[in-house]
């Protein structure tokens, strides 16, 4: 069974930063491209950012390029997302997606989603 | 602001055929996908692609594409399918995904 599993969100007051992680599991996560999705509280979806299965290929959102790192450590089966310089419109559930392997690059169907980390940007 | 726009509330009577629209310019270029999410709940993929729906989805689900607009057809919905949803797909140069604003559906 695939299993996406967030963890790191928490209150932040702004300018700081914070580190989300998201194991991974049920299947060969080395083979999957992989994104981070974020949803502000009563709002709708925004992606934040991609990288490829060897992680050599990144993509940022405007919104938050500069700021945030997207990594991956394939020998450990997790995908990071490092956070810095946060901003009070940064508040969101946090979530990572799996994209579903299509015949070109940066595919953009989500096909597994973990249940997001909630990251509050507050004094 | 979305490049990709959809409209805010839809309802639909059980076991009638709604349809759920997206616009976009880059919507000529790429396919959208659409996505189920029920409150306090991870969004699900339901269609993707040309008109493909991931292993466990209801045939009920359906999609389809032309020019600028992408729909998403539900035919006889039923009450679990009330929930938000949201279409997306690449922007226009290519380096990005967007979401639609998401429609929330009611069914009557």
């Known amino acids: 069974e695939v299993q996406l599993v967030e963890s790191g969100g928490g209150l932040v007051q702004p300018g700081g930063s914070l580190r989300l992680s998201c194991a991974a599991s049920?299947?060969?996560?080395?083979?999957?491209?992989m994104n981070w999705v974020r949803q502000a509280p009563g709002k709708g979806l925004e992606w934040v950012s991609y990288?490829?299965?060897?992680?050599?290929?990144?993509y940022y959102a405007d919104s938050v390029k500069g700021r945030f790192t997207i990594s991956r450590d394939n020998a450990k089966n997790s995908l990071y997302l490092q956070m810095n310089s946060l901003r009070a419109e940064d508040t969101a559930v946090y979530y990572c997606?799996?994209?579903?392997?299509?015949?070109?690059?940066?595919?953009?169907?989500?096909?597994?989603w973990g249940q997001g980390t909630l990251v509050t940007v507050s004094s | 602001s979305s490049e990709l726009t959809q409209d805010p509330a839809v309802s639909v009577a059980l076991g009638q055929t709604v349809r759920i629209t997206c616009q976009g310019d880059s919507l000529r270029s790429y396919y959208a996908s659409w996505y189920q999410q029920k409150p306090g709940q991870a969004p699900v993929l339901v269609i993707y692609g040309k008109n493909n729906r991931p292993s466990g989805i209801p045939d009920r689900f359906s999609g389809s594409s032309s020019g600028n607009t992408a729909s998403l057809t539900i035919t006889g919905a039923q009450a679990e399918d009330e929930a938000d949803y949201y279409c997306n797909s690449r922007d226009s140069s290519g380096n990005s995904v967007v979401f639609g604003g998401g429609t929330k559906l009611t069914v009557l």
């Open positions: 997606a799996r994209a579903l392997p299509a015949a070109h690059p940066f595919p953009y169907y989500f096909d597994y």
């Open positions: 990288i490829s299965s060897s992680g050599s290929t990144i």
């Open positions: 049920g299947f060969t996560f080395s083979s999957y491209e």
